[in-house]
C-alpha cells in the first residue's frame, strides 16, 4: 500500500464539481483480475484553486475572443491498495465503462 500527491494545473473552470466532494476514480487492474472490481472514486486531501497562472487574451476564431483567463489547480492524494500493481486514474468514469451501462 503506498499514497501518492499528485496536481493538475491550467484547469480553465472556476468553479469544479471538485469543491462539491467530487473525487478522481481510480482502476487496479490487480482488483479488477482478482474480483472483478472496475472504476471506484478515491482520493483524500482534494482542492480546487485558483493558481497563479493566467491565460493571455485570445483572438482565435475558434475560441471567440477572451481577456485575460485566471487557471487553476486540482491536487489530490490517492492510496494505491496494492504493490506492483498497475492502476489509472481519471477525472470522471471513461466511455468504455460507461457502454455496458447504456440500452442502445
Not at 18 to 27: A, K, V, W
Not at 57 to 77: I, K, V
Request: glycine content about 6%; hydrophobic content about 25%.
Amino acid at each position: 500500500v503506498s499514497t501518492q500527491s499528485t496536481g493538475i494545473i491550467n484547469c480553465e473552470k472556476s468553479c469544479s464539481s471538485f469543491t462539491q466532494g467530487m473525487q478522481p476514480l481510480l482502476y487496479s487492474v490487480h482488483d479488477a483480475l482478482s474480483n472483478g472490481s472496475g472504476w471506484q472514486r478515491s482520493g483524500k486531501r482534494i482542492c480546487y484553486y485558483k493558481n497563479n497562472f493566467v491565460r493571455k487574451a485570445t483572438d482565435d476564431p475558434s475560441r471567440g475572443t477572451s481577456g485575460p483567463q485566471n487557471m487553476y489547480t486540482l491536487t489530490f492524494t490517492v492510496c494505491f491498495p496494492h504493490s506492483n500493481d498497475t492502476c489509472y486514474i481519471a477525472y470522471h468514469y471513461p466511455y468504455s465503462a460507461l457502454i455496458p451501462l447504456l440500452n442502445f
